[in-house]
Every structure is written in structure tokens, then in C-alpha cells.
């Protein structure tokens, strides 16, 4: 029995550290606020009469923290963190997930700046919904790491 107890506790805490170097909790943090706020913009576009002003100062505050999720991203890869095979193939998922979202807050930015909220309203919130469900993927895969 504490043979199997030292056998686990080795084994976590070498997976804990060749993780150190990544700033996983960071990464966690602005994922679940990416998520939120894609939420909250998704809420506000339920709504037939829904705020440009609001929108634009929602859409200004995601793109922000998608920014920051991929500085977050390039400096920890230009640190070269020593991971294992598993977290390796974690870290490329994140870092996809990531050019996913700044794809699809990219697309939602043109949507709004191309017309009328009103008639984009059903995509805009398609594209809302899409950032959150990503973002949700990118806090559980680094919350996995």
C-alpha cells in the first residue's frame, strides 16, 4: 500500500513539474473570462433591441483577453518548457484552440462593423456562442495539464 502511495505521489509530482513551466493557471483564468464575457455578449444579442455601444465595449474587452492568451501562449512556447510527449500534444491543442478563438472574434468583428446588428443579431450570437464553447474546451484542456 505505500508503495503504491509513493508510486503516485512520484508520478504527480513529476508530471507537476515539467508543467511548472507553463503558466497553466493564467491561461485557466483568461480562458474562463474569454468564455464569460462571449456569454454575456451571447445574452445580449438574444434581445431584439440590442446596445451597438454595448456590444463594441464587449467585443473590445474579449479581443483583449484573447490577446492576451496568446502572448500568454507565445512566451511560454519562446521559454521552451520541458514537457512531456502527452503534454506536448496538450500544449499544440491549446495553442490551436487559441488561433481558433482570435479567428472567431475576428470574423465577429467584421460581422459587426460590416452593418446592421439587427440583421447579423442570429450570426453575431452564433459567433458568441462559438467563442464560449472554444474557450470552454481551451480551460478544460489546460485545466488537464
Not at 500500500?1 to 513551466?21: E, P, Y
Not at 433591441?49 to 511560454?76: D, F
Not at 487559441?98 to 472574434?105: E, G, I, M, N, T
Request: charged share 25%; no cysteine; hydrophobic share 45%.
Amino acid at each position: 500500500m505505500k508503495t503504491l502511495a509513493t508510486l503516485t505521489m512520484m508520478t504527480l509530482m513529476a508530471v507537476t513539474a515539467g508543467a511548472n513551466n507553463v503558466p497553466l493557471g493564467d491561461i485557466v483564468t483568461h480562458a474562463q473570462a474569454v468564455r464569460q464575457e462571449a456569454e454575456q455578449l451571447s445574452t445580449q444579442l438574444k434581445a431584439k433591441q440590442t446596445n451597438r455601444e454595448s456590444l463594441e465595449k464587449g467585443m473590445a474587452a474579449l479581443e483583449e483577453r484573447i490577446g492576451k492568451l496568446k502572448e500568454l501562449v507565445a512566451s511560454t512556447e519562446s521559454a521552451g518548457p520541458q514537457l512531456t510527449p502527452a503534454q506536448k500534444e496538450a500544449w499544440e491543442k491549446m495553442k490551436m484552440k487559441v488561433d481558433l478563438l482570435s479567428v472567431f472574434a475576428n470574423n465577429k468583428k467584421e460581422m459587426m462593423a460590416s452593418g446592421d446588428i439587427a440583421k447579423n443579431r442570429s450570426f453575431l450570437k452564433a459567433h458568441a456562442d462559438g467563442i464560449a464553447k472554444r474557450a470552454a474546451m481551451l480551460e478544460q484542456t489546460a485545466s488537464r495539464m
